[in-house]
């Protein structure tokens, strides 16, 4: 039983490398709510927040960058070369982390929660959940997407994994063992049969596409409703249709897609007019993908995509909208009336929000911005 009453709690851990994040965001498609308790433990140590000055006091100024923020690629060199200093660290961030993790169950409509953390074990973050589920790759495998993805160096991705204990020592406290060394779809099996097997109750409804009618333009009625993966032809379709890629979109390059973001899909009567796709990490939303059939107005069908998309990032209780509009939409009269504006990453202020803004931003794309919400997890209080 876990400690939220009414809340069915999975635990999401595994080492460095083994596909916890692809793992979480399917879990995610399915209905449960996400929290990235790694991400929380960025935002405990950003500058203002509570762990911000401990961590100074204890490693010294010089791990600060030019704007005053902690450098962790280097805080990261020193506690992984040092089993003492890496203890010191978790010592600081752990109990803020359980505190944002609070804050964020307690708020979430979702009855399903996924927490993924690499040191669930080690924080005791498993003794609040109702089961614990481990990815497991071979280490081959995390060594060559630390190495491709992280862009680490051979011996810096050697070092994180020697780093941290033995997968077997995770596998044993699983309650569910995801492999991870395949496919996106024979991971999406493992997990859709152990979510049929322990939370059969909420499968039904989370499976559910979301379509809500919003409005109607000459052709019919408008509704968004939310893709799936049983979705993945008809996305790939829709992008072959009007992105009109050299090479096209296929339904396995669409189930790879979701391990990394999810989709909306507008429909004008019967027929597919657009498709957004949205990412949600570390409370901020990013829509990267905005596909809109040119015969259709962009002021009719735009709207609901975008509304639809920030309902659902709310109920996920982010603080804030970044999109990166394609230039046939970057006119700032199609986003004004919606609240966006048209900024740049280092105009953001949140180092959450800006480090989000450059990791997304595309060349040829303009970010436009909204705040969602004022209040903000592990705001210094």
Request: hydrophobic share 45%; aromatic share 8%; proline share 7%.
């Given at each position: 039983m876990s400690s939220w009453p009414g809340k069915y709690v999975i635990g999401l851990t595994g080492n460095i490398g083994t596909g916890k994040s692809v793992v979480r965001r399917m879990l995610e498609h399915l209905g449960a709510y996400g929290i990235d308790a790694d991400a929380l433990a960025h935002r405990a140590i950003a500058k203002g927040a509570p762990g911000y000055q401990p961590v100074i006091d204890h490693f010294g100024r010089w791990i600060l960058t030019p704007d005053g923020e902690i450098d962790r690629a280097k805080l990261a060199?020193?506690?992984?070369?040092?089993?003492?200093?890496?203890?010191?660290?978790?010592?600081?961030?752990?109990?803020?982390?359980?505190?944002?993790?609070?804050?964020?169950?307690q708020r979430s409509s979702q009855k399903v929660i996924v927490i993924e953390a690499i040191k669930l074990l080690e924080a005791g973050l498993n003794k609040t959940c109702d089961s614990v589920?481990?990815?497991?790759?071979?280490?081959?495998?995390?060594?060559?997407?630390?190495?491709?993805?992280?862009?680490?160096?051979?011996?810096?991705?050697?070092q994180r994994i020697a780093a941290q204990p033995p997968q077997e020592q995770k596998i044993g406290a699983a309650t569910v063992v995801i492999r991870n060394d395949g496919s996106?779809?024979?991971?999406?099996?493992?997990?859709?049969?152990?979510?049929?097997?322990?939370?059969?109750?909420?499968?039904?409804?989370?499976?559910?596409?979301h379509t809500q009618p919003r409005r109607a333009v000459p052709q019919g009625e408008i509704t968004v409703s939310r893709g799936k993966p049983k979705d993945s032809e008809d996305i790939a379709g829709l992008i072959n249709r009007l992105?009109?890629?050299?090479?096209?979109?296929?339904?396995?390059?669409?189930?790879?897609?979701?391990?990394?973001?999810?989709?909306?899909?507008?429909?004008?009567?019967?027929?597919?007019?657009?498709?957004?796709?949205?990412?949600?990490?570390?409370?901020?939303?990013?829509?990267?993908?905005?596909?809109?059939?040119?015969?259709?107005?962009?002021?009719?069908?735009?709207?609901?995509?975008?509304?639809?998309?920030?309902?659902?990032?709310?109920?996920?209780?982010?603080?804030?909208?970044?999109?990166?509009?394609?230039?046939?939409?970057?006119?700032?009269?199609?986003?004004?009336?919606?609240?966006?504006?048209?900024?740049?990453?280092?105009?953001?202020?949140?180092?959450?929000?800006?480090?989000?803004?450059?990791?997304?931003?595309?060349?040829?794309?303009?970010?436009?911005?909204?705040?969602?919400?004022?209040?903000?997890?592990?705001?210094?209080?």
């Open positions: 060199r020193v506690v992984f070369a040092d089993g003492e200093a890496l203890a010191r660290l978790e010592n600081i961030i752990h109990p803020l982390v359980r505190q944002g993790i609070e804050w964020l169950v589920w481990v990815t497991y790759t071979p280490p081959e495998i995390q060594l060559a997407r630390l190495m491709q993805y992280r862009k680490m160096s051979e011996a810096e991705a050697r996106f779809e024979e991971t999406w099996k493992q997990v859709m049969a152990a979510w049929k097997r322990l939370v059969p109750q909420t499968l039904e409804a989370a499976q559910e596409a992105r009109k890629p050299a090479k096209p979109v296929t339904r396995e390059d669409v189930m790879a897609a979701f391990g990394e973001k999810a989709f909306l899909i507008l429909r004008v009567g019967n027929q597919p007019g657009g498709l957004l796709g949205w990412q949600v990490e570390n409370l901020v939303a990013r829509t990267v993908d905005i596909l809109l059939d040119t015969s259709l107005p962009a002021s009719d069908v735009l709207p609901p995509l975008i509304e639809e998309m920030e309902r659902s990032s709310r109920n996920l209780q982010c603080e804030a909208s970044l999109i990166f509009a394609p230039p046939e939409l970057a006119q700032e009269s199609l986003w004004k009336p919606l609240g966006y504006e048209k900024r740049t990453p280092q105009t953001l202020g949140v180092s959450a929000w800006q480090e989000a803004a450059v990791e997304s931003l595309r060349p040829g794309t303009t970010l436009f911005f909204k705040q969602l919400r004022a209040d903000r997890v592990l705001r210094p209080i």
